[in-house]
């Protein structure tokens, strides 16, 4: 704690923000030791512990973003003296609130079933792009339970983007995560060029979008809109099925069953580890994804 107190007067604050500061880091100190966790080996999951944990309480929102700022602050005096050389609290945006998000995993059979059972050829034919647009949407879900890709990197794959004859598709960075390679499974692979080659012409087509390079090729000026259509048609193929994020949070917990942390953190797009960690706070029943407010997805 003097190191704390040493590191706020260096910044200038008052006798009173010092004392309060360290009340505060005193208090979640305490927790960390009934929970047998050092601060030296803090992680980004624990942190989100504590909050919850103060949610419990019933501690208000603002309180507890009033806390974390306190204990951001005890981080950045331990790595200032050295004692460790990342402030897992840096990464929490403060100007959110706290809320933990609970999604039930899907498992591997229901994430592939979304694709694998995907009717494009039962559809309304109220359109005349109703069968042009469930093929794209079944390449859609092909994306998001086999690489589980978001819907800001849905929005912006290119045709440039898919090497079918590699087997891989390249998502390209964005504010929030990092340019990867991924591969295709061989029946995406199948799919995808007949996609390209007809389907998606098609469809440029139909909606005036000849000179357009975007892969995804839809009706709607805005892509979550696409998106609102095709989960309302999962949904009754799966009932437990929330939206977008639902899929790639069951997919990243299941890559890390398989792949070491690493390796997710790459496929997933994370810039940093401690976003894949948030992951792993799952049991057997369901995923403890606690990224909806404290870091942007995903």
């Given amino acids: 704690m003097d190191?704390?107190?040493?590191?706020?007067?260096?910044?200038?604050?008052?006798?009173?923000?010092?004392?309060?500061?360290?009340?505060t880091c005193k208090n979640f100190i305490q927790?960390?030791?009934?929970?047998?966790?050092?601060?030296?080996?803090?992680?980004?999951?624990?942190?989100?512990?504590?909050?919850?944990?103060?949610?419990?309480?019933?501690?208000?929102q603002r309180t507890i973003r009033a806390y974390f700022t306190a204990i951001t602050h005890y981080f950045e005096s331990l790595v200032q003296a050295k004692v460790i050389t990342t402030n897992p609290g840096k990464y929490l945006d403060?100007?959110?609130?706290p809320h933990k998000k609970l999604y039930q995993v899907l498992s591997r059979e229901q994430l592939e079933n979304l694709y694998h059972h995907f009717d494009s050829k039962g559809y309304r034919k109220t359109?005349?792009?109703?069968?042009?647009?469930?093929?794209?949407?079944?390449?859609?879900?092909?994306?998001m339970v086999f690489q589980g890709l978001d819907v800001t990197a849905l929005s912006k794959l290119t045709v440039q983007n898919v090497d079918v004859l590699g087997g891989k598709v390249t998502i390209q960075s964005s504010r929030t995560h990092a340019?990867?390679?991924?591969?295709?499974q061989a029946v995406q692979s199948i799919e995808l060029d007949r996609y390209i080659n007809k389907t998606r012409k098609?469809?440029?087509?139909?909606?005036?979008?000849?000179?357009?390079?975007?892969?995804?090729?839809?009706?709607?000026?805005?892509?979550?809109d696409t998106l609102r259509n095709l989960f309302r048609r999962l949904r009754k193929q799966e009932p437990q099925l929330e939206n977008a994020q639902h899929i790639r949070a069951s997919v990243i917990t299941h890559w890390l069953?398989?792949?070491?942390?690493?390796?997710?953190?790459y496929m997933a797009g994370h810039r940093t580890v401690l976003s894949t960690e948030s992951y792993q706070r799952n049991d057997t029943e369901g995923l403890q994804l606690d990224v909806d407010q404290f870091h942007p997805l995903g």
């Fill in 257 to 265: 069953k398989q792949y070491n942390l690493r390796e997710v953190q």
């Fill in 179 to 184: 340019a990867r390679n991924l591969a295709l």
């Fill in 202 to 224: 098609e469809l440029q087509q139909h909606f005036n979008q000849e000179n357009s390079d975007l892969l995804l090729i839809s009706g709607f000026a805005n892509y979550s």
């Fill in 94 to 97: 403060m100007k959110s609130t």
């Fill in 31 to 60: 927790w960390a030791d009934r929970k047998h966790i050092e601060p030296e080996f803090m992680t980004y999951s624990e942190l989100l512990d504590y909050a919850a944990y103060l949610k419990k309480k019933e501690v208000s």
């Fill in 127 to 143: 359109r005349p792009t109703a069968h042009l647009s469930a093929i794209r949407n079944k390449i859609t879900v092909g994306f």
């Fill in 3 to 23: 190191e704390l107190v040493r590191y706020l007067q260096r910044k200038g604050r008052s006798k009173s923000s010092i004392t309060s500061y360290a009340r």
